[in-house]
């Protein structure tokens, strides 16, 4: 096994390199601070491993995204999301009858406890989707309490999670309309059932077009993973203190919400129409997207991991030229953007800072098209990312090297400081 010295004072600390199955390399620290009395420093884990995994292999050089080694490109093309939530759930794709006794779990489980939507109706209209899915889903414990962690307690769980994370999206969009709630059907599969729960009303049956029903199939796939990013990372914090599945979810849709991460596919189309409402002065966005002074980025460009086209743009991309064709929809915003990305990416500063469209430049173009609303553009990523955090939640679960995770500092405060009462202060 290749090692590291580490050399400090009089201490010498042998470390031991892992090496992963696409040969990834790190340096195992498990024993750093007991033999040298140092710790590491990484602000934003951007050098960190926090475990190994088995599910989501990325190579951000190459803009390689691989879900249990089947590439991204491949599923998008072949697959569904429940398959694909199947695979990286359980390890293998499904056989056809494993897949139907898994479409059946999801649809027995796909209502919600009727008692809910009372919760619904005391949120303030404004009220973020994501600030009530992330409540919901917490809410669910009190429902849906399980009483053994065991395989098959477990499974139950998660086709329950999967499915009525759906229900409560669409039930949150109608309620907040003040729209009659839609049920979801047993004759539709799960990506029809949705956009069915969410635009079919008494007086105007939804046409359940197969092309969005596609577009949205792949759309799932392609957010359903994405090894230790923000959101995931935040699954398996809180679930490494062995707390219920739900509760580690609802963090982890908290951690999507931000602009810097899930969130950025609202973001993006918010960026859009403003660059279009002041006259689509394309260049003007890409310099101030350059200046240190401005504050303004260019959202949906850049990534900590991929230093290169994003796989998943690539794929979203063709799919907005397909579904906007097929729906004969003009959206000028897809113009602005495709304006943007040619002139970005033949920026020295974009080129240098290796700055590429990411999953959110698109998606938001084909959402819109579905006629989903902006604000609900982040909600459609955590449906999607689900499989992918109950997956990681149930590899550190069967870890046998996890453990709580309790991150060090190095403390930068006041010394020993007196206690001052407060007529003395
Ligand atoms: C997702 O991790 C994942 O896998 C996430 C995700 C998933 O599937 O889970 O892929 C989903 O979150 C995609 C990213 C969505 N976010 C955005 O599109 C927001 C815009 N992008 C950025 O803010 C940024 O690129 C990040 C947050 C995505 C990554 O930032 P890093 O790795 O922390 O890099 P940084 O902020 O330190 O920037 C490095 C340099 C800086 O310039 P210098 O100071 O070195 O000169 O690049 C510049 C930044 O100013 N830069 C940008 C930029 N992104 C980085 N400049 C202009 N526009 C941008 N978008």
């Known amino acids: 096994m290749e090692t590291v010295k580490i050399i400090f004072?009089?201490?010498?600390?042998?470390?031991?390199?892992?090496?992963?199955?696409?040969?990834?390399?790190?340096?195992?620290?498990?024993?750093?601070?007991?033999?040298?009395?140092?710790?590491?420093?990484?602000?934003?884990?951007?050098?960190?491993?926090?475990?190994?995994?088995?599910?989501?292999?990325?190579?951000?050089?190459?803009?390689?995204?691989?879900?249990?080694?089947?590439?991204?490109?491949?599923?998008?093309?072949?697959?569904?999301?429940?398959?694909?939530?199947?695979?990286?759930?359980?390890?293998?794709l499904p056989t056809s009858q494993e897949l139907n006794q898994f479409s059946v779990l999801l649809n027995d489980n796909s209502l919600i406890h009727e008692d809910m939507q009372f919760f619904f109706q005391n949120f303030p209209r404004a009220s973020h989707p994501?600030?009530?899915?992330s409540a919901m889903v917490t809410a669910l414990r009190s429902f849906y309490p399980e009483l053994k962690i065991n395989e098959e307690e477990i499974n139950l769980t998660v086709t329950r999670l999967l499915s009525k994370v759906r229900t409560l999206a669409a039930m949150s969009y109608k309620i907040s309309r003040g729209h009659k709630v839609i049920y979801p059907r047993p004759d539709l599969n799960y990506p029809a059932n949705f956009l069915n729960m969410m635009f079919d009303n008494p007086v105007r049956p939804y046409y359940i077009d197969n092309t969005l029903v596609q577009a949205l199939n792949v759309f799932w796939i392609l957010h359903a993973d994405h090894e230790q990013n923000c959101s995931t990372s935040t699954v398996r914090m809180v679930g490494s203190g062995r707390v219920n599945l739900y509760a580690a979810i609802s963090a982890g849709v908290a951690a999507l919400w931000g602009p810097l991460h899930g969130g950025a596919n609202q973001a993006v189309i918010e960026m859009l129409e403003s660059i279009l409402k002041s006259g689509g002065d394309v260049k003007r966005a890409i310099e101030r997207a350059k200046d240190k002074k401005d504050p303004f980025r260019l959202m949906g460009f850049g990534h900590r991991v991929y230093k290169t086209y994003d796989p998943r743009a690539r794929i979203m991309k063709k799919m907005c030229d397909k579904v906007l064709d097929k729906l004969k929809i003009n959206d000028p915003l897809l113009d602005i953007a495709k304006q943007l990305e040619d002139a970005a990416v033949s920026d020295d500063y974009f080129i240098e800072h290796h700055l590429y469209p990411n999953i959110d430049f698109y998606s938001g173009i084909v959402l819109r098209a579905m006629g989903i609303p902006t604000n609900?553009?982040?909600?459609?990523?955590?449906?999607?990312?689900?499989?992918?955090?109950?997956?990681?939640?149930?590899?550190?679960?069967?870890?046998?090297?996890?453990?709580?995770?309790?991150p060090r500092q190095i403390y930068t405060g006041l010394g020993k400081t007196r206690y001052t009462p407060i007529d003395q202060r």
């Open 376 to 406: 609900m553009f982040t909600v459609m990523f955590a449906i999607g990312r689900l499989p992918g955090w109950i997956a990681q939640w149930k590899e550190s679960l069967d870890d046998p090297n996890w453990r709580l995770s309790r």
């Open 9 to 92: 004072g009089d201490k010498v600390c042998e470390l031991p390199i892992i090496v992963g199955s696409e040969g990834e390399k790190g340096i195992d620290i498990s024993n750093l601070r007991k033999t040298t009395g140092l710790i590491t420093l990484d602000p934003g884990f951007a050098n960190t491993g926090s475990c190994t995994s088995a599910i989501t292999f990325m190579d951000g050089e190459k803009g390689i995204l691989r879900y249990r080694g089947i590439p991204v490109e491949d599923l998008a093309e072949h697959s569904i999301f429940t398959e694909t939530a199947y695979l990286l759930i359980n390890g293998k």
């Open 130 to 133: 994501m600030g009530i899915m």
